[in-house]
């Protein structure tokens, strides 16, 4: 007695297809799982029984041979519990085996026989209707809110959209699979109130808030006009940490393509909140600066998206920079060159996507009083170089935006009136980007990801624009890197006043929004 079930793993973000293969025949009773499963899928043994009694069925006493191939690939998570069960009664002859294997399965089973929610759920709805070869897939209820935009987009889109149904409990799956009853499909799933930003995160504050700090407020709409990194150094206290949290809204809301790459991630990582829908606004991570590589950069055994990839579409907020470990921070350099971070381990390569608008805030020296008025820094000058030197010249050179947050006197900060608001700063910044993405055909969705090719074209500079970035990258010892960025951040400039051709003024603007590379020694 055989039977096959199509279900799914994870291998970072890609899924692949495992075929459950079930074989029950005489011999000693158990459940035998090979395949390279690991720890959990093993343990899925008992759930499995436990909520086989809780339902009424009753496991065949003899030998079950459960095979999760490719037998070369290792199988995590307990997604595999509903498909060996669905596989073993289909061997068995409670359910039919030709309509079982038309259907990509995958689920946690309670002791009770009640469905838990699995990680990656939308990936492995996207990947059963690429394949083309499936009658759709059966996902516990609680999956089907992340896979209802994408589901109803279908339907409306093409003649004959996958099937994407959910079940609260084991009964549910036996009855569809017998014929005798329906599941909700993921169009008909209650969508979630409002804008989901994953992981339970609120949204930030508004522009409006931030009083005084008029050079500042420029660089965050520079910031978000052309999607570039930024780094805020200043007293404790100045008001960078809120500056850099009212940027997520100052930016365009995330299309569809968008949302469904984000909430993937997501969903791969374990980090939706259950029952929540697709998420519709960036997302903001701010990890503390005691975080490990692997939880920045991405890893484990079975690599998982780290802070930087859960950031992708949205903004990595790294405060008190120098105060991260080395290691850390140089894993940045490639994937702010590269919108990707490669993860290479005995076992897998894997891929995820990192296109992050990174914004960094540090203090100018250990004290945090270095260039105060009052003239209150208690720090040796070894010690300031020290504390600089931290973040290193190479990854500075990868950000875009470095300047100076001074401290608000108290009469600014009392002063009546409120200061312009998110949404009036967001217009502008949306009309912006709409020019740069008219200019570039679409291929480049801000001026921070042009690419190094396309700059002769886009960023064409009239003679005085010449002069004036070759006098000022020969005094402050710029880098090819660095101008590059100038020229993208110059282009910026010009969006944002609506000018066709970057002129001198919008040159040396850029220019002056690199304040650390014209830091003399201490």
């Excluded at 992050?356 to 040796?380: E, F, I, K, W, Y």
């Excluded at 500075?396 to 600014?412: A, C, S, T």
């Excluded at 009546?416 to 009309?431: F, K, L, M, P």
């Amino acid at each position: 007695m055989l039977a096959t079930i199509p279900s799914a793993a994870l291998v970072g973000l890609e899924v692949v297809r495992v075929r459950v293969e079930v074989a029950i025949t005489r011999g000693t009773p158990m459940i035998q799982v090979v395949g390279l499963p690991e720890s959990a899928v093993r343990e899925g043994r008992e759930r499995i029984r436990a909520a086989a009694g809780q339902v009424g069925l009753h496991v065949p006493g003899l030998r079950i041979t459960v095979n999760l191939a490719p037998a070369a690939l290792r199988k995590h998570g307990a997604a595999f519990d509903l498909p060996i069960l669905v596989g073993i009664l289909a061997a068995w002859g409670e359910l039919p085996a030709q309509r079982c294997a038309g259907w990509l399965v995958a689920g946690e089973l309670g002791l009770d026989g009640s469905l838990r929610p699995v990680c990656g759920a939308l990936p492995m709805a996207l990947h059963a209707r690429r394949s083309g070869d499936l009658d759709g897939i059966v996902l516990p209820l609680e999956n089907l809110a992340e896979v209802r935009p994408v589901d109803a987009r279908w339907e409306a889109t093409e003649g004959r959209p996958l099937r994407v149904h959910g079940a609260a409990d084991l009964e549910q799956v036996l009855a569809f699979l017998r014929g005798d009853a329906d599941l909700p499909r993921a169009r008909d799933a209650e969508a979630a109130a409002g804008g989901s930003r994953g992981d339970g995160e609120s949204p930030g504050p508004d522009l409006a808030e931030v009083r005084g700090q008029r050079h500042a407020r420029r660089v965050l709409e520079v910031a978000a006009a052309g999607g570039h990194s930024l780094l805020l150094r200043g007293e404790p206290g100045a008001g960078k940490t809120l500056l850099a949290r009212c940027l997520p809204s100052l930016l365009p809301p995330l299309s569809l393509e968008e949302a469904v790459e984000v909430t993937a991630i997501h969903s791969v990582a374990g980090r939706l909140p259950r029952g929540a829908g697709l998420i519709e606004d960036r997302p903001f991570r701010a990890p503390h600066h005691t975080v490990s590589p692997a939880g920045l950069l991405g890893g484990g055994s079975s690599p998982r998206p780290g802070e930087l990839s859960l950031a992708h579409r949205g903004v990595l907020f790294l405060d008190e920079l120098p105060e991260f470990s080395r290691p850390a921070l140089e894993g940045l350099r490639q994937p702010l060159e590269d919108g990707r971070v490669r993860l290479v381990r005995a076992r897998a390569a894997v891929s995820f996507p990192a296109r992050v608008q990174l914004v960094a805030a540090m203090n100018p020296c250990p004290c945090g009083r270095m260039g105060s008025s009052d003239g209150a820094c208690t720090c040796d000058p070894a010690a300031a170089r020290r504390y600089a030197r931290r973040v290193s010249g190479p990854l500075l050179d990868r950000i875009d935006l470095q300047v100076d947050v001074p401290r608000v006197p108290w009469r600014d900060l009392s002063r009546d009136g409120a200061a312009e608001s998110s949404e009036r700063v967001r217009a502008r910044v949306t009309a912006a980007r709409s020019r740069a993405a008219r200019r570039t055909g679409g291929r480049s969705r801000s001026n921070a990801q042009l690419a190094d090719a396309e700059l002769d074209d886009v960023c064409r500079l009239d003679l005085r624009g010449k002069e004036a970035l070759g006098r000022r990258a020969d005094m402050l010892r710029l880098s090819a890197r660095a101008c590059r960025r100038v020229l993208r951040v110059a282009r910026t400039v010009a969006d944002l006043d609506g000018a066709d051709r970057i002129a001198a003024e919008h040159v040396l603007e850029a220019v002056r929004y690199r304040s650390l590379d014209r830091v003399e020694e201490v």
